[in-house]
């Protein structure tokens, strides 16, 4: 039997929770479903959510989520999950929790993987393009009628950081 891929998914008070909760559910359930339908399954993830301090906290939208651990106490993960941020600048990604971004790169350095979702992708680009400078192709692809980047685009301009923040409306 492997060890279930541990899964942090990071929480920030600008997170929107049918993210954070509809993803650490899709990933607690794989494997485990299975056991019930056929017996015999076991887990394939290990999601936990994390946050900068541990207790509870209000999320954006009023919802109030209380992650399972710190970042203090997360010494390794094999991914760290970004959820949406509903931010609506550039600027307003570096106001995000210092320390949770250090921790995200932290964890990066050891190895952990970097995927987001929605409004995340933005702080993960901006994680990889201004603060860390992250080695190799990052593969992002936004879409919908406002996006204003593509997956071909960003590896473009990964040597051109500033030009990958989106332009204020």
């Given at each position: 039997?492997?060890k279930?891929?541990h899964?942090?998914i990071?929480?920030?008070?600008e997170?929107?929770?049918?993210?954070v909760y509809?993803?650490?559910?899709t990933?607690w359930?794989?494997?485990?479903?299975?056991?019930?339908?056929?017996?015999?399954?076991?887990?394939l993830?290990?999601?936990?959510?994390v946050a900068?301090?541990?207790?509870?906290?209000a999320l954006?939208?009023?919802?109030?989520?209380?992650?399972?651990?710190?970042?203090?106490?997360?010494?390794r993960?094999?991914i760290?999950f970004v959820p949406?941020?509903?931010?609506?600048?550039?600027?307003?990604?570096?106001?995000?929790?210092?320390?949770?971004i250090?921790?995200?790169?932290?964890?990066?350095?050891?190895g952990?993987?970097?995927?987001a979702a929605?409004?995340?992708?933005?702080t993960?680009?901006?994680?990889?393009?201004l603060?860390?400078r992250l080695?190799?192709?990052?593969?992002?692809?936004?879409?919908?009628p406002?996006?204003?980047?593509?997956?071909?685009?960003?590896?473009?301009q990964?040597h051109?950081?500033?030009?990958?923040l989106?332009?204020?409306?």
């Amino acid at each position: 039997m492997s060890k279930p891929v541990h899964v942090s998914i990071v929480v920030f008070p600008e997170c929107d929770p049918s993210i954070v909760y509809g993803v650490f559910d899709t990933l607690w359930a794989a494997g485990r479903a299975w056991a019930h339908i056929k017996g015999g399954g076991q887990p394939l993830f290990e999601p936990r959510l994390v946050a900068a301090e541990a207790g509870p906290m209000a999320l954006v939208t009023g919802v109030s989520v209380i992650p399972q651990d710190a970042i203090a106490d997360v010494r390794r993960t094999d991914i760290v999950f970004v959820p949406n941020v509903m931010i609506d600048t550039a600027e307003n990604v570096r106001m995000l929790d210092r320390r949770t971004i250090g921790w995200i790169r932290e964890m990066h350095a050891g190895g952990a993987q970097l995927c987001a979702a929605c409004g995340g992708v933005l702080t993960v680009m901006t994680l990889a393009f201004l603060l860390t400078r992250l080695s190799g192709d990052l593969a992002i692809s936004i879409a919908g009628p406002s996006a204003r980047f593509t997956s071909a685009q960003i590896r473009e301009q990964s040597h051109a950081p500033k030009e990958c923040l989106p332009e204020r409306p």
